[in-house]
C-alpha cells in the first residue's frame, strides 16, 4: 500500500473558495500600498545563507530553513567542525542558502545591490511568502505570506506617521474590528537599558520585555536574571511595569524614568511628534496607543516599532514594523535609514473567517453552467458560452451528456449559481431556461437579456 499524501507541518492547502478569500485580503492590501506611492518588487525565495545569519538575533536565525547543498558541494562539508563539536560552522559548510525568513533583508540587499538604479526615497511593496522553522500552531504557520511595504533613503518620521495612517486604511477596508495600533521607539528600550546600567545588555532586556504578555512579569524577570542582568538592574526596570493611564500619561512618565537618558528622551520626542500629527490628521477606525513593553526582538530596528492587534479575537499581532536606521550597513552601504511594515496576511484571513466578517461577494463560485443534452445542444450552447465569457460572466458547458441528476450534482458540489438548461425546445423557441440553484427559481430568457438577468439576480 502506498503512503498516505500529506503536506508538510506548519504548511497548508487552499481550496479555491479560501484562495478567493485570501486574494481579497492581498489585493486590498496592495490598493493601499499604491495609493501611499508604494511600488512592486520581488526578490528569490532563498537567498544566502551570509545575506541571512546574523540579522534577526540569536532566536530568529534557529528559525531560519537552510537548504542542504546538493552534487559535488557536498564533498566540501567541514568534517573537522563535526568532530570539534562546532556544530554552526559545521551546518554553515553543509548549506550556502537558506529560504527568506522574512522580506526585510531580502529587502536591505536589493537596495545595496541595486543602489545605482534606484531613486531615494525608494518606496517598495512585495507580497509574497516566507518560511520560519517555528512550532507549528493555531494562526502560527512555517510558510505563510507577508505584505510589506518599506521606505529607504530618509530619516523623516512623515513617513511613520504615513504608516498609521496606512494601518488605519487598510484594516478600515478589511472591516478589522477593534484593531489596535501599538507603537514604542528603539531609543526608549535603549534608555531604559542605560538608566538600568546595563546598555551593553540591551538586547537580552529587549527579548524578555518583549515577551511579557506571554510569560508575564515573574517569568520576564527570570529571563533578565538568567542573561546576568544585575539585581540593583532588575530593581530598577520593575517600574516600567507599573506605568499606567493614556498614552499621553504614559509618555510623561518614561520621561521622568527617563530624564538621565539622552537618547531615551530622543525616543520619547519621536512619539509625540508621531502621536500629535496622527492626533491632528485623525484616524477612521483604529486605536493608537504607546506600550512600553514592545520590542520585537529584532535586532536591527532602531527607530519606531510597530505592532498591531485585533481585540475582537485571541490571535497575536497581525501586522508589524519598524524603522531600521542601520539594516543596509550590514551589506555596506552606511547613513541609509529606512522604515518599514508588514501585514499578516495569514492572522487577517483568520480574524475575518472567525468573525465571519469576508463580504459575501468574495467568492469563485462559477456563474453559469450548460447542462449537456446532446451533441447538437452542446454546439449550440458552446457559441453561448463564448459570449458570456465575452461579456465576463465566468460559464462552461458540462462535457458529456450525463444523466440529469449527475450533472446538477456537479452544479451543486460547484457552487454553481445559475444553471442553463437548454433542450430542443428551448433551442426551437430561441430562449434559455435559467435555473437560479439559490432560490430554485427558474426563468425563460432572452439570450440577448441573459447577461442583464444574471447581474441583477
Not at 272 to 283: H, M, R, S, V
Request: with cysteine.
Amino acid at each position: 500500500m502506498g503512503q498516505k499524501p500529506s503536506v508538510a507541518k506548519g504548511t497548508r492547502d487552499f481550496f479555491p473558495a479560501i484562495v478567493a478569500k485570501r486574494q481579497y485580503i492581498f489585493q486590498t492590501i496592495k490598493d493601499s500600498f499604491e495609493t501611499y506611492g508604494f511600488s512592486p518588487i520581488e526578490t528569490p525565495s532563498f537567498e544566502l545563507s551570509s545575506t541571512l545569519m546574523g540579522k534577526y538575533g540569536e532566536e530568529g536565525d534557529r528559525l531560519i530553513f537552510r537548504i542542504l547543498n546538493s552534487g559535488e558541494k557536498m564533498k566540501k562539508a567541514d568534517v573537522d567542525a563535526l568532530n570539534e563539536g562546532n556544530l554552526p560552522r559545521f551546518a554553515n559548510s553543509l548549506s550556502e542558502k537558506a529560504l527568506r525568513y522574512d522580506l526585510t533583508v531580502p529587502f536591505a540587499r536589493f537596495v545595496v545591490q541595486h543602489q545605482n538604479d534606484l531613486a531615494f526615497p525608494f518606496k517598495r511593496y512585495q507580497i509574497q511568502p516566507v518560511w520560519r522553522a517555528d512550532k507549528p500552531q493555531k494562526s502560527r504557520y512555517q510558510e505563510f505570506y507577508q505584505c510589506d511595504a518599506d521606505v529607504v533613503g530618509s530619516d523623516s518620521l512623515v513617513y511613520e506617521v504615513d504608516y498609521v495612517q496606512l494601518f488605519d486604511e487598510v484594516l478600515t477596508n478589511l472591516n478589522v474590528p477593534q484593531a489596535v495600533i501599538k507603537i514604542n521607539n528603539r531609543k526608549i528600550l535603549s534608555g531604559i537599558a542605560e538608566v538600568s546600567g546595563e546598555a551593553e545588555k540591551i538586547v537580552a532586556i529587549t527579548v524578555a520585555i518583549d515577551k511579557l504578555d506571554k510569560i508575564g512579569l515573574e517569568g520576564v524577570l527570570k529571563e533578565l536574571q538568567s542573561k546576568g542582568i544585575s539585581e540593583d538592574a532588575l530593581e530598577k526596570i520593575k517600574p516600567l511595569f507599573k506605568i499606567t493611564g493614556d498614552t499621553r500619561q504614559r509618555l510623561v512618565q518614561m520621561k521622568t524614568f527617563l530624564a538621565d537618558s539622552e537618547i531615551g528622551l530622543k525616543g520619547i520626542e519621536e512619539l509625540e511628534y508621531i502621536f500629535n500629527t496622527t492626533d491632528q490628521l485623525g484616524l477612521k477606525s483604529t486605536e493608537v496607543e504607546f506600550d512600553v513593553t514592545l520590542a520585537r526582538g529584532l535586532n536591527y530596528y532602531t527607530g519606531a516599532i510597530f505592532e498591531v492587534k485585533c481585540n475582537a479575537v485571541s490571535i497575536g499581532s497581525i501586522c508589524g514594523g519598524g524603522r531600521y536606521d542601520d539594516l543596509t550597513g550590514i551589506f555596506g552601504m552606511k547613513n541609509m535609514s529606512g522604515v518599514g511594515i508588514s501585514f499578516g496576511a495569514d492572522r487577517i484571513y483568520d480574524v475575518l473567517e472567525e468573525l465571519d466578517l469576508f463580504p459575501s461577494s468574495v467568492d469563485n463560485r462559477l456563474e453559469l453552467l450548460f447542462i449537456n443534452f446532446g451533441e447538437e445542444e452542446a454546439a449550440y450552447c458552446m457559441g453561448m458560452v463564448k459570449k458570456m465569457r465575452e461579456a465576463g460572466v465566468s460559464s462552461e458547458l458540462y462535457p458529456k451528456s450525463a444523466k440529469m441528476n449527475k450533472q446538477m450534482k456537479y452544479a451543486n458540489d460547484r457552487g454553481v449559481k445559475f444553471v442553463a438548461l437548454v433542450g430542443k425546445n428551448e433551442m426551437e423557441q430561441g430562449v434559455l431556461r435559467i435555473k437560479n440553484m439559490d432560490t430554485g427559481e427558474q426563468d425563460d430568457i432572452q439570450p440577448d437579456a441573459l447577461v442583464n438577468h444574471l447581474k441583477k439576480a
